[in-house]
Nanobody, 121 residues
Framework: QVQLVESGGDVVQPGGSLRLACAAS????????MGWYRQTPGKQRELVAI???????DYADSVKGRFTISRDNAKNTVSLQMNSLKSEDTAVYYC???????????????WGQGTQVTVSS
């Protein structure tokens, strides 16, 4: 069994900062990409940031220069530092990872339960 558990969602004022964290646990052999997605009501889930095992990263244009994704391969964790937050960043943020476990011995995509980020004055 593999689980992704997120933390760090909160209410923050425009211009503020927030850090999200996600930890993968279970019978994990290896993790490829780890990333963050977000979703607002009535809209499709969208990619925010992603990082490969070798450290390469990619960001949505809307967050470039404001958000930073980082991962710790030894701890199977990924974080998202969000600065200069805007009201349009308000969403449920989901952690995502492509993982091979001892149970399946195949690559599967896993999702966290989501954490709410609200940017409001």
């Amino acid at each position: 069994q593999v689980q992704l558990v997120e933390s760090g969602g909160d209410v923050v004022q425009p211009g503020g900062s927030l850090r999200l964290a996600c930890a993968a646990s279970g019978s994990i052999i290896s993790i490829l990409n780890m990333g963050w997605y977000r979703q607002t009501p009535g809209k499709q889930r969208e990619l925010v940031a992603i990082t490969a095992r070798n450290g390469n990263t990619d960001y949505a244009d809307s967050v470039k220069g404001r958000f930073t994704i980082s991962r710790d391969n030894a701890k199977n964790t990924v974080s998202l530092q969000m600065n200069s937050l805007k009201s349009e960043d308000t969403a449920v943020y989901y952690c995502n990872a492509v993982i091979m476990s001892t149970i399946t011995s195949q690559w599967y995509t896993y999702w966290g339960q989501g954490t709410q980020v609200t940017v409001s004055s």
